[in-house]
């Protein structure tokens, strides 16, 4: 079983809604939960991290269950600059690697 | 932008040779983590560097190989290349000790074609 786990999508949405998607983890001692943003053949920036109680970039919206091991991200309003990959990211406690899930791609369309 | 440089841009190589990517860390971060990133995939970790020794590795073979040096640039050594090489590498930056989960800052990357 991979350590993270996302649905590649596509999602296509419209310009103005409201996109939602999931990834799951397999480690339950993860520790720090990451959504990153990658523009296609560039390199991943980090978008947000993801707290316990949840929490709220402007448009963003990231949440984390960790009784179901799954993290979450909401995208409101979406603009044509959010297409991209998303993708998620856990660590492990003391652990020096970022593990990454395959992405999620969204495409946002006017 | 995030200060983190990495040379070449893009490479061409055959099978069974050599290759060295380098990356330049952002000011003042000690750690230095090299990830491989295949068409469609998620950037899988390769090995890490703290201090000039390395501080944790994936499930690469030996034939990857790095260097960090004094002033916390790295290397990436990549020897015997096989198809399955082609692929983006990026390096990471952070400022760190082992085990640490300080924030890594991405490099462009080198994207890597063996032919």
């Known amino acids: 079983r991979k350590e993270v786990e996302q649905d590649p999508g596509p999602f296509n949405v419209p310009e103005g809604a409201t996109v939602a998607f999931n990834c799951t983890y397999s480690n339950s001692a993860s520790q720090s939960f990451f959504w990153y943003r990658q523009d296609c ?3 991943p920036k980090l978008l947000m991290s993801v707290y316990s109680s ?3 970039d402007g448009r963003f919206t990231a949440q984390l269950n960790r009784a179901s091991q799954y993290i979450s991200l909401l ?5 044509l600059s959010d297409s991209a990959t998303y993708l998620c990211v856990v660590t492990s406690p003391n652990d020096y690697k970022l593990s990454f899930g395959a992405g999620t791609t969204v495409t946002v369309r006017a | 932008e995030t200060g983190v440089t990495q040379s070449p841009t893009h490479l061409i190589k055959t099978r069974g040779q050599q290759v060295t990517l380098r990356c330049s860390s952002q000011s003042g971060h000690n750690t230095v983590s090299w990830y491989q990133q295949a068409l469609g995939q998620g950037p899988q970790f390769i090995f890490q560097y703290y201090r000039e020794e390395e501080n944790g ?4 073979p030996p034939r990857f190989s790095g260097l960090q040096f004094p002033n916390y640039s790295s290397e990436l050594n990549v020897n015997a290349l096989e198809l399955d090489d082609s692929a983006l590498y990026l390096c990471a ?3 760190d000790g082992p085990g640490g989960q300080e924030t890594q800052y991405f490099g462009p990357g080198t994207r890597l074609l063996v032919l």
């Open chain 2, 57 to 60: 590795r994936g499930n690469f």
């Open chain 1, 75 to 79: 995208i409101r309003d979406s603009k």
């Open chain 1, 41 to 43: 053949r560039k390199e």
């Open chain 2, 93 to 95: 930056s952070s400022l």
């Open chain 1, 54 to 56: 949840g929490n709220e």
